[in-house]
Structure formats: structure tokens, C-alpha cells
């Protein structure tokens, strides 16, 4: 890459891995705040936008951020600097961050979201569980086969651990022994009949609505909830390698260290 990088060429270089085209119709991804013109100090990469994000970006000398989830989804009507949301533009702007979302585009590629959350559990033969036109390995989530079956505790006890996720939400009967599963990072429980008409065991994924679950206990299915950040946040380090190997040497490209899942258990 030419010493000199600017937002356009790491725009580029995304849209070659991850098309924006790709994002469903209700997304918004692309560059959210900041100016494509611009001279990039540094790549700062972290699944969600958030204002102790920016400051570690800006910690951490780095301009650009890429994020998986859009700063905007909707065009605002007004920005107020006393939401939320308008703080987050305001330190955008005043800081000079330019920031950039890969949200569903990345979901569908072939080493994006899924593939990276299929390969973390060791799933091999894998093929998109819901297909799109894009591509012959492109579509949402991925249903694929463990090298050998698995004691279903004993699968979930090394879900657990590969998620870092100790906290994970099952409906449906788990099955004894696991060997053929469907996997979607972020909320896809609404994905459950097919991957059990695709001869899958289970679904992992996140954000299980109360009628999925009872679904999933009617149909003789199993649906696993692992949490909406650890289904996706493996795709952060996937980012890292492709984006430090299009930066060079010449861009420092860092990965957020404080951004964890914003769920916390109390137990009684």
C-alpha cells in the first residue's frame, strides 16, 4: 500500500472484501462521520461505536475506526449533543474521526462474521445456512460438521470457553451427542426451522425471542443464545489481520482492548 493512505483507499479495500452493495436494505454501512479525502493516522477496529471506543482510538493515535455495527441506522432528524447519539457525532466531528461500519455486508461474505464464528468452534464443511445471489459461499450463517461428535455438555462447556462466554441460554432439548450444528453471529433465531430442515442439531446464535424458544421446545429443537457481542466480536480479530496486512507498515492498526459485552449476570 502507498505510504500515504487516505479513508478512500481503506474504503476501497473494504468494499473489495466486504461490497457494501451486499448489506440488506434497511442497513446503513459505508462511512457514517468524517471525510473520504482524509489522511488516515491510524486504524482503530471494535464491534460496537461507543464513546470509550473513540477515546481509546484517539489514545491510541489512530483517526479511522471501523466498527460492525453502524453508528447511524436511520438519518437522524436532529443531532442533540444531550442523546446518546448526538454525543457520539459531536465527538466525532471535533475529534476528526472518521468512521466506517461493516455491518450485514460482512455478515454474508465468505471470511466474515459467520465464517470466523464457525471456524473459532472448529466447523468444517461448512455452506451458508441461509444462501444469497452474491456468491457460491455467500449468505447468513453457516451449517457445518465438528471433526467428531461431541457429548452435548461437553460441547457446551467448549462454547463456553471459545466465546469467553460463561453465561449461555438454551431452548430446545440439548442433544446427547453433537456433531452436525448451524451457527449465525448476532440475532438470528428466526433462522431455526431452517436450520433444522437442514439437518442441523442445533442453532447458535443470539437475542432468542420468548416465542423462537417455545418454537424451538415444540419442534424438537435446540436453540443456543450465546450473547449478541460474543457471537460477533470474533470477527474483530479476522479484521485486524486483513486490514494490517492492507495498511502495511506504514498505518498502525489497532483492535479496542476495553470494549466487552455490555451484559453483566447477578446471581442471587
Given at each position: 500500500m502507498a505510504e500515504r493512505l487516505v479513508v478512500k483507499d481503506l474504503l476501497g479495500f473494504l468494499d473489495s472484501y466486504a461490497p457494501f452493495a451486499l448489506a440488506e436494505?434497511?442497513?446503513?454501512?459505508?462511512?457514517?462521520?468524517?471525510?473520504?479525502?482524509?489522511?488516515?493516522?491510524?486504524?482503530?477496529?471494535?464491534?460496537d461505536a461507543t464513546l470509550d471506543l473513540f477515546a481509546e482510538?484517539?489514545?491510541?493515535?489512530?483517526?479511522?475506526?471501523?466498527?460492525?455495527?453502524?453508528?447511524?441506522?436511520?438519518?437522524p432528524k436532529?443531532?442533540?449533543?444531550?442523546?446518546?447519539?448526538?454525543?457520539?457525532?459531536?465527538?466525532?466531528?471535533?475529534?476528526?474521526?472518521?468512521?466506517?461500519?461493516c455491518h450485514t455486508n460482512l455478515d454474508v461474505v465468505p471470511g466474515g462474521v459467520n465464517d470466523a464464528l464457525a471456524s473459532r468452534l472448529g466447523?468444517?464443511?461448512?455452506?451458508?445456512?441461509?444462501?444469497r445471489d452474491c456468491a457460491e459461499d455467500c449468505g447468513f450463517g453457516r451449517l457445518g460438521v465438528l471433526a467428531e461428535a461431541m457429548a452435548g455438555q461437553a460441547f457446551m462447556a467448549h462454547l463456553a470457553?471459545?466465546?469467553?462466554?460463561?453465561?449461555i441460554l438454551v431452548a430446545g432439548r440439548l442433544p446427547e451427542s453433537i456433531e452436525r450444528l448451524a451457527?449465525?453471529?448476532?440475532?438470528?433465531?428466526?433462522?431455526?426451522?431452517q436450520a433444522q430442515a437442514a439437518g442441523a442439531q442445533l442453532l447458535i446464535t443470539s437475542e432468542v425471542k420468548h416465542?423462537?424458544?417455545?418454537?424451538?421446545?415444540?419442534?424438537?429443537?435446540?436453540?443456543?443464545d450465546c450473547g449478541h457481542f460474543a457471537t460477533e466480536?470474533?470477527?474483530?480479530?479476522?479484521?485486524?489481520e486483513k486490514i494490517a496486512d492492507f495498511c502495511g507498515a506504514g498505518t498502525p492498526v489497532k483492535v479496542a482492548s476495553r470494549q466487552h459485552g455490555p451484559f453483566y449476570s447477578l446471581r442471587a
Open positions: 436494505n434497511w442497513d446503513n454501512v459505508g462511512l457514517m462521520v468524517g471525510d473520504a479525502a482524509a489522511e488516515v493516522s491510524g486504524v482503530f477496529i471494535g464491534l482510538a484517539r489514545a491510541a493515535g489512530c483517526n479511522t475506526i471501523i466498527n460492525h455495527h453502524p453508528l447511524l441506522f436511520h438519518p436532529q443531532i442533540l449533543t444531550s442523546t446518546v447519539q448526538g454525543r457520539l457525532i459531536r465527538e466525532a466531528l471535533l475529534a476528526d474521526l472518521h468512521v466506517i461500519a466447523l468444517l464443511d461448512t455452506v451458508p445456512l441461509i444462501g470457553a471459545v466465546l469467553e462466554q460463561p453465561d451457527v449465525c453471529g448476532g440475532s438470528c433465531g428466526d433462522f431455526g426451522p416465542s423462537q424458544a417455545r418454537w424451538a421446545e415444540d419442534a424438537g429443537f435446540c436453540l443456543v466480536n470474533v470477527v474483530v480479530p479476522l479484521l485486524y
